[in-house]
């Protein structure tokens, strides 16, 4: 069955550390984004690709990185600049022209 | 002032009740809408998709998009216990060739048995 495929569920990270989340899709899209959700905020953009080796930032950058060297793959990296990186992070792709993102099941990072 | 604006709840209604949910938003330039269903620590999942004004039905949910107010709503019909979720209202933002959407902050409803 195609999807997007978020690992790991649940993480945990330390003060000061680099963590790196995972998102695979398998449906072909061309394009693919990262969103931070917190209670009561909705979602927001941190960072978006629409080709390979191409990539945008969103509204929510700073202190996140990405990197896009295959089409099927998005990994986002919360880096120790990221003052409060405690949230649930979702990874969604779509195809050129069309709206209706298909979402991951997510990643709930917690700062330790 | 949010450019997209959603109550957050929550909201409870009994089985069967008809519920309304909106979103108003202050750009003119968004040409897309759509709604989304999160379930509990799940990713959201598309339940429709409407660009022009007018209404959009689909089982028994219709989505009605009122560009002149910048006021959309989604209408669930005969509520079940399992459309208990939180409800997200999405926008396309120009440039339409980005694919980037502006959320809501979603409304959380429960359906009582």
């Known amino acids: 069955d195609g999807g997007i495929t978020q690992s790991p569920k649940y993480l945990f990270r330390k003060e000061g550390q680099n963590v790196t989340l995972s998102c695979e899709q398998n449906?072909?899209?061309?394009?693919m984004y990262w969103y931070r959700q917190d209670p009561g905020q909705g979602l927001r953009l941190i960072y978006y690709?629409?080709?390979?080796?191409?990539?945008q930032k969103g509204d929510i950058a700073e202190g996140y990185s990405v990197s896009r060297e295959k089409k099927e793959s998005f990994p986002l990296t919360v880096t120790s600049a990221q003052k409060n990186p405690t949230a649930f992070y979702l990874c969604?792709?779509?195809?050129?022209?069309?709206?209706?993102?298909?979402f991951g099941s997510g990643t709930r990072l917690t700062v330790v | 002032q949010k450019e997209v604006e959603q109550d957050p709840g929550p909201l409870s209604v009994p089985e069967g009740a008809i519920v309304s949910l909106n979103c108003t938003y202050s750009?003119?330039?968004?040409?897309?809408f759509m709604w989304y269903r999160q379930y509990s620590r799940k990713g959201p999942e598309l339940l429709m998709y409407?660009?022009?004004?007018g209404n959009k039905e689909d089982g028994r949910f219709t989505a009605q998009v009122d560009k002149s107010s910048k006021y959309i709503s989604l209408f669930i019909r005969d509520s079940q216990p399992s459309d208990s979720a939180t409800y997200l209202c999405?926008?396309?933002?120009?440039?339409?060739?980005?694919?980037?959407?502006?959320f809501g902050q979603g409304t959380t409803l429960q359906v009582k048995p």
């Open positions: 969604a792709s779509s195809i050129e022209g069309f709206y209706g993102y298909t």
């Open positions: 449906l072909n899209h061309d394009a």
């Open positions: 690709s629409q080709i390979v080796n191409d990539f």
């Open positions: 750009n003119s330039a968004f040409q897309y």
């Open positions: 409407t660009y022009s004004s």
């Open positions: 999405a926008m396309s933002v120009p440039p339409s060739n980005t694919g980037k959407l502006i």
